[in-house]
């Protein structure tokens, strides 16, 4: 299985200021026939589904705000928060979908500084 | 609108049984693969199970192999988690979730993201 490793852990960041979270895999996540990445990002709030955020590493799901990106290529991402926003306090997992079984990072939980 | 709505967890004593169920609506289930994926209290998540759209195919990790069954009704839009000898380990909030609309599936494999998720239903194991 590939392993995905976040980090860090945790974070806190102050409201308004940029957020950065990565996200490694144990072996490429990168398709060579079609050059896409296998790498969606979550966001998770408690008591709440997991949301969809980012999916092929940086395409934005519909609806969410453009502060969120993504990044990167191979093994190496980065979900990144330009202006952290209160609502955005939760806990982030980056998954790989490149082979089965899908994969999950441990987890980033962000939190206000 | 896409709804996947979870149901049949609750407290079991160790070595029990339940059935989740996850009733879907919104969308043509029969065309999609779903999974289940679980939570543990303060863990991340963690893939359990999926099944193929028409049923003919399914897969499970390593640590439910054996005693968990995973199914699916198309014509009640719904897919199941049959949990037996339930462990303390078990005790998770269990998500079904839906493959994206762009997967790219086969009868035998599929690599997606997951871009609709159920509430989730608590399965708690303790004596």
């Known amino acids: 299985d590939i392993v995905m490793t976040q980090s860090p852990d945790s974070l806190a960041v102050s409201l308004g200021e940029r957020a950065t979270i990565n996200c490694k895999s144990s072996?490429?996540?990168?398709?060579?026939?079609?050059?896409?990445?296998?790498l969606a990002w979550y966001q998770h709030k408690q008591g709440q589904p997991p949301k969809l955020l980012i999916y092929w590493a940086s395409t934005r799901e519909s609806g969410v705000p453009d502060r969120f990106s993504g990044s990167g290529s191979g093994t190496d991402f980065t979900l990144t928060i330009s202006s952290l926003q209160a609502e955005d306090v939760a806990v982030y997992y980056c998954?790989?979908?490149?082979?089965?079984?899908?994969?999950f990072g441990q987890g980033t939980k962000l939190e206000i500084k | 609108e896409v709804q996947l709505v979870e149901s049949g967890g609750g407290l079991v004593q160790p070595g029990g049984s339940l059935r989740l169920s996850c009733v879907a609506s919104g969308f043509t289930f029969s065309s999609y693969w779903m999974y289940w994926v679980r939570q543990a209290p303060g863990k991340g998540l963690v893939w359990v199970s999926h099944i193929n759209s028409d049923g003919s195919s399914t897969s499970y990790a390593d640590t439910v192999k054996g005693r968990f069954t995973i199914s699916r009704d198309n014509a009640k839009n719904t897919v199941y988690l049959q949990v037996n000898s339930l462990r303390a380990e078990d005790t998770a909030v269990y998500f079904c979730a839906r493959v994206a609309f762009r997967a790219f599936c086969s009868s035998t494999s599929c690599f997606s993201d997951f871009d609709h998720w159920g509430q989730g239903t608590l399965v708690t194991v303790s004596s």
């Open positions: 072996q490429s996540v990168l398709y060579s026939s079609n050059n896409r990445n296998y």
């Open positions: 998954q790989q979908y490149f082979s089965t079984p899908p994969t």
